[in-house]
């Protein structure tokens, strides 16, 4: 306990270990990002968010706030940033449900808006009970796709599946049309490392698709590839008003192009993370 009318000792505290104190705020930026400012950098990967799920919607300003932050403290322009996406995690649930990592993912995908960012998709490459999957491979592949588009310049290149353009609503159904098609929509295959005998994924049909209509109750809904859109309807659906694809901790989805790469998560309703739309 500090003497009465003695000064305070001036020796400064011992610095904060960023391995142990890794959720104090600026720790780990003053442990492992500002001792390298010093030094050029071509671009960043990012592959984080697990942890922020809870609080999605602030993500979609943490995010860009730090890569602007980022590139302002370098000095070097908008170096390329590019953004892993959550894989997909934690058993899958019978019925269309809110879900934090879905909502963070959107978070991560609206960083997109900044100059020179890329996203690699990973909602089909996790595991059920490993928050950090073993399949790298795959996601080092899309990763390398951003960079050669991101930060080489190779405008033709595919770098991306599908990504959610527009909503039309024809009679009881939903068209969706999309961007980055590549050379065109189709149902794909996970990557996946399937266990011994387990059942290869029936690509007869398009899933991950649900419906929802003046109520916000979403159902699992009917969904057919038609040329480069997709067109969704449920039987307990008569107007359909909202549309969400992969909006699931643990998605069952298919959606690619024809190039490999699997379509980004998305939705084309505006309600309030966690809640169902109200009357």
């Given at each position: 306990?500090?003497?009465?009318g003695?000064p305070?000792?001036?020796t400064?505290a011992?610095?904060l270990?960023?391995?142990?104190?890794?959720?104090i705020?600026?720790?780990?930026?003053?442990g492992?990002?500002?001792?390298?400012?010093?030094?050029?950098?071509?671009?960043?990967?990012?592959?984080?968010g697990?942890g922020?799920s809870?609080r999605?919607?602030?993500y979609?300003?943490?995010l860009?706030?730090?890569?602007?932050?980022?590139?302002?403290?370098?000095?070097?322009?908008?170096f390329?940033?590019?953004?892993?996406?959550?894989?997909?995690?934690?058993?899958?649930?019978?019925e269309?449900?809110e879900?934090p990592?879905?909502?963070?993912?959107e978070?991560?995908a609206k960083t997109?808006?900044?100059?020179?960012?890329?996203?690699?998709?990973a909602?089909?490459?996790g595991?059920?009970?490993d928050?950090?999957p073993?399949?790298?491979?795959?996601?080092?592949?899309?990763?390398?796709?951003a960079?050669?588009?991101?930060?080489?310049?190779?405008e033709n290149l595919?770098?991306?599946?599908?990504?959610f353009?527009?909503?039309t609503?024809e009679?009881?159904?939903?068209?969706?049309?999309?961007?980055?098609?590549?050379q065109?929509?189709?149902?794909g295959?996970?990557?996946?490392?399937f266990?011994?005998?387990?059942a290869?994924?029936?690509t007869s049909?398009?899933?991950?698709?649900?419906?929802?209509?003046?109520?916000?109750?979403?159902v699992w809904?009917?969904?057919?590839?038609?040329?480069n859109?997709?067109?969704?309807?449920s039987?307990q659906?008569?107007?359909p008003v909202?549309?969400r694809?992969?909006?699931?901790?643990?998605?069952?989805?298919?959606?690619?192009n024809k190039?490999?790469?699997?379509?980004?998560?998305?939705?084309?309703?505006?309600?309030?993370?966690?809640?169902a739309?109200?009357?």
């Amino acid at each position: 306990m500090p003497v009465p009318g003695k000064p305070k000792d001036p020796t400064p505290a011992s610095p904060l270990d960023p391995a142990t104190e890794r959720h104090i705020p600026t720790v780990l930026y003053n442990g492992m990002i500002a001792p390298l400012i010093p030094y050029g950098i071509k671009g960043a990967i990012w592959y984080q968010g697990e942890g922020n799920s809870s609080r999605a919607v602030e993500y979609a300003t943490l995010l860009p706030t730090m890569i602007q932050d980022w590139r302002a403290r370098w000095g070097e322009g908008d170096f390329p940033f590019l953004i892993v996406q959550l894989a997909n995690f934690l058993p899958r649930k019978p019925e269309p449900s809110e879900s934090p990592l879905a909502a963070l993912r959107e978070s991560q995908a609206k960083t997109l808006a900044l100059p020179h960012t890329g996203l690699a998709v990973a909602v089909d490459v996790g595991e059920v009970d490993d928050i950090h999957p073993k399949d790298k491979d795959d996601i080092g592949g899309r990763l390398a796709l951003a960079a050669r588009k991101v930060a080489y310049g190779e405008e033709n290149l595919v770098c991306s599946g599908p990504v959610f353009r527009a909503m039309t609503v024809e009679g009881g159904k939903a068209r969706l049309a999309f961007e980055q098609v590549g050379q065109g929509l189709a149902i794909g295959v996970p990557p996946v490392h399937f266990h011994p005998g387990e059942a290869r994924l029936d690509t007869s049909t398009l899933r991950g698709f649900a419906i929802a209509g003046g109520d916000g109750k979403f159902v699992w809904a009917d969904a057919v590839i038609d040329g480069n859109t997709v067109v969704v309807s449920s039987s307990q659906v008569d107007v359909p008003v909202a549309v969400r694809y992969a909006w699931a901790d643990n998605p069952d989805c298919n959606l690619y192009n024809k190039d490999g790469l699997p379509a980004v998560p998305f939705r084309t309703d505006n309600y309030p993370v966690g809640e169902a739309a109200k009357k």
